[in-house]
């Protein structure tokens, strides 16, 4: 059924009235609202993704580096015992230079006492005998006669 009215409207239609162009515009406007969080959820998604890796990476890094603390801790405590050794090691070779330079300094102060005494003796010796000349001869002059 057409009719035409003045006011230039040909079809008869019933009005839906303002709800409808609301309802229609806040329908699209969630849409996009929609669209924007999945883009949003997709992109802590990835993040997430990204932590989760570097997670895996720093636990197997941790795991080598408390690995290498073990090889450190056992290398540094066997230093530790060669150090001990060697240092009780020094030490009994120092204890028996020390003897050694003992004994040694006692050989030295008797021999020093021993040639002290001789010393005396000879000059009791020579002291005593003053004005004595000792000739040597030989009896090869003899035999040339």
Excluded: P, W
Aim: aromatic fraction near 6%.
């Amino acid at each position: 059924f057409f009719f035409q009215a003045e006011d230039g409207i040909r079809d008869f239609c019933l009005s839906r009235g303002l709800g409808d162009v609301y309802k229609r515009q806040g329908l699209s406007e969630a849409q996009e609202k929609i669209a924007s969080l999945e883009k949003q959820i997709e992109g802590h998604k990835n993040q997430i993704a990204i932590y989760e890796e570097n997670e895996n990476k720093m636990q197997k890094l941790l795991a080598e580096l408390k690995t290498k603390c073990t090889l450190l801790e056992s290398v540094r405590d066997n230093l530790v015992n060669e150090n001990q050794e060697l240092h009780t090691y020094l030490s009994l070779e120092a204890t028996k230079g020390d003897t050694e330079i003992k004994a040694l300094q006692q050989e030295l102060l008797t021999e020093r006492s021993n040639h002290a005494n001789q010393t005396k003796k000879l000059d009791e010796i020579l002291g005593s005998s003053q004005g004595i000349c000792l000739l040597y001869t030989s009896d090869a002059a003899d035999d040339s006669l």
